[in-house]
């Protein structure tokens, strides 16, 4: 179950990251290489939902993370909704990460 929490974590924050630095002109990456890390990020949300039994409430938690990551696509590329759907994706992953944080172990 930790596995896929830890890297799920890692994963989106190199992606969320990677998105901050390409908008701010600061690296550059080619198209496949974010076409990767950002469908790794939605398989390993869709490997928690199947592999992992959570109450529905984080079932939902997760779920919600996926849509934004799915709906990503859908806005302009760095644009205000690109922003706010990716950090809400985050969000909402943090949330879960915390809601199976017990007494320092995942």
């Not at 996926?66 to 590329?77: E, N, S, T, V």
């Not at 205000?80 to 950090?87: E, M, N």
Request: glycine fraction near 8%; include cysteine.
């Amino acid at each position: 179950m930790e596995i896929l929490l830890i890297s799920g974590l890692l994963i989106f924050s190199v992606n969320y990251i990677t998105g901050w630095l390409l908008y701010a002109g600061k690296i550059s990456i080619g198209k496949k290489i974010h076409q990767i890390m950002f469908m790794s990020v939605i398989l390993n949300l869709i490997f928690i939902l199947i592999f992992i039994k959570l109450p529905f409430y984080e079932k939902i938690i997760c779920a919600l993370s996926l849509l934004m990551m799915a709906i990503l696509p859908f806005g302009k590329k760095g644009g205000r909704f690109h922003i706010i759907a990716s950090s809400a994706g985050i969000i909402f992953f943090i949330i879960l990460l915390m809601m199976n944080y017990k007494n320092g172990e995942l």
